[in-house]
Each structure stands twice: as structure tokens, then as C-alpha cells.
């Protein structure tokens, strides 16, 4: 039975050295002290400024290695690099958590009819230089994926550029790196139905891929208006005509590291 406010009358779990060290490490490569693509110091200075055994040490490397924090250099130039997070990574374990919970292509594109064209909505409403940045930028990105139009996997690709700079630039930090990792997971499925599609000869034809386009710039005209809630629509309309051709939507979520 539990004690008066909810003590169990068990002590807590005091944490071994290694976790202390790894959470130390932690807490400078988050905190940007330790920057991505650094080497972490000499094992032997790190045993010193610690005060820890070198097996210590060395399991506290394996567990932010496990973390997706460090990678392991082999060879003559080995050593523990520092991987900081990114919306990558994170939507790589969100698509292996996705996988092992069977989810459906479905179910990530019904996720994404909710927050992406709420990104769409956030970048309409920017002010000033940053919202004009976006404009020029996704304005770009609609002619590049013009040019594309006649090709195949090409023109996927350069669509979920569109895609991915509208969540990217929608001003939220926490919406984008949520809505990022999702999109990733997305983008990973469209790849590999796109590149099955080009391999059979039964891609879209020039007619779907130019009303993508145009859905594209609809999109952009209404966010260079100023007009949120008709940038949402025009997403959410977008997403609803486009992504059902993404093969079987009741097919589970399957990420390849490759992918993302």
C-alpha cells in the first residue's frame, strides 16, 4: 500500500555513474556546447574532469550513441562525433514507432491534412522580411518543380521540397519540428511509391503533375495576399486530391533509414 502522498515508502533509484556522465554529455551537446560533426575529447581527458573509470566512461558514450547523440568513428581517426538532433532524426524514431504500431499510409496522411495546412496559415500571417523571404522562397521552388514536370521520381522529389518549406518556414519552432518529422515520414512513403511507379512506366501523367503545380502556386498567391485561412483551405484541398494516389493507404508505414 502507498504511504500518504503517494510515497511507496521504495527509495528512489540513485543513478549510476555512467547515466551521470552521459547526462552531463548531454546536456552540452543539446546546450550547443558541443557542436554537430565535434569530437568529443580524449577518453583520457574525460576520465580526469569526471573522476570516472574508463568503463564508465565508455558506457556512458554507448548510451548517447544509443540516443542517436554519437556516432563511433572506427579506424585510426576513431573516435565518438557528436550528432545533434535534427528533424531527421526525430523522424526516424517517429516513423519506427509509427511501423511498430502498424500504422497506415492513411493515417500519417490524415495527420498531415491537420498540420500542414495550419503551416500554411502561419506563413501567410508572417510580417515583414521574413514573410517575403518565404514568398520568394517557395516561389522558387514552384519553378524548379515546373521545370520538372514530364519527369518522374524528379518531379516528386522537388514537390516535397514545396512541401517541407512550407513547414519549415512557418515561424513555430515546436510546429515545425513536430510537423517536420511527420512530413519526413511522408516523404519517405511518396519516394519509394514514386521510384515503384517510375520502374513499372505508370507514373502520373504531364496532366496530374501540372495540377500540382498549380495547386502549388494557388497556395502561394493566397499566403502573398495575406490570406490565412484561404492558404489553409487551398493545403488541405491540395493534400486531399494528391495524396490518395500514394499507393495502398491502408499498406502500414514502412521507414527506411535511407529514406529520411
Known amino acids: 500500500m502507498s504511504k500518504p502522498n503517494g510515497h511507496t515508502g521504495i ?30 575529447p580524449r577518453e583520457a581527458d574525460l576520465v580526469e574532469e569526471f573522476s570516472v573509470s574508463r568503463p564508465s566512461l565508455r558506457e556512458a558514450v554507448r548510451i548517447l550513441e544509443t540516443e542517436g547523440l554519437l556516432r563511433i568513428r572506427r579506424g585510426k581517426l576513431g573516435g565518438a562525433v557528436v550528432q545533434a538532433p535534427t528533424s531527421e532524426s526525430a523522424a ?4 519506427l514507432t509509427l511501423q511498430s504500431r502498424a500504422a497506415t499510409v492513411a ?18 500571417g508572417l510580417v515583414g522580411p521574413a ?10 521552388l514552384v519553378d524548379d518543380n515546373t521545370v520538372e514536370i514530364g519527369k518522374s521520381y524528379e518531379f516528386t522529389s522537388c514537390a516535397l521540397q514545396f512541401h517541407k518549406a512550407i513547414v519549415e518556414l512557418c515561424g513555430n519552432t515546436s510546429i515545425s519540428i513536430v510537423t517536420s518529422a511527420l512530413e519526413s515520414v ?14 513499372g ?18 497556395v502561394v498567391s493566397l499566403i502573398a495576399a495575406g490570406d490565412a485561412l484561404g492558404a489553409i483551405e487551398a493545403m488541405r484541398e491540395h493534400l ?21
Open 11 to 40: 527509495p528512489p533509484r540513485v543513478p549510476r555513474m555512467a547515466e551521470l556522465v552521459a547526462a552531463q554529455l548531454r546536456k552540452r551537446i543539446i546546450g550547443g556546447d558541443l557542436h554537430d560533426g565535434d569530437e568529443l
Open 92 to 95: 526516424y524514431h517517429l516513423g
Open 186 to 199: 511522408w516523404s519517405s512513403q511518396e519516394r519509394q511509391w514514386a521510384v515503384r511507379r517510375s520502374a
Open 131 to 140: 514573410r517575403q523571404d518565404a514568398i520568394d522562397t517557395l516561389d522558387a
Open 240 to 260: 486531399q486530391k494528391s495524396q490518395p494516389y500514394v499507393g495502398d493507404q491502408g499498406a502500414s508505414v514502412e521507414v527506411l533509414e535511407s529514406d529520411i
Open 107 to 124: 493515417d500519417v496522411a490524415a495527420a498531415r491534412e491537420i498540420l500542414e495546412p495550419m503551416c500554411a496559415g502561419l506563413v501567410a
Open 201 to 218: 512506366g505508370n507514373y502520373p501523367d504531364a496532366r496530374y503533375q501540372r495540377g500540382v503545380v498549380k495547386a502549388h502556386r494557388r
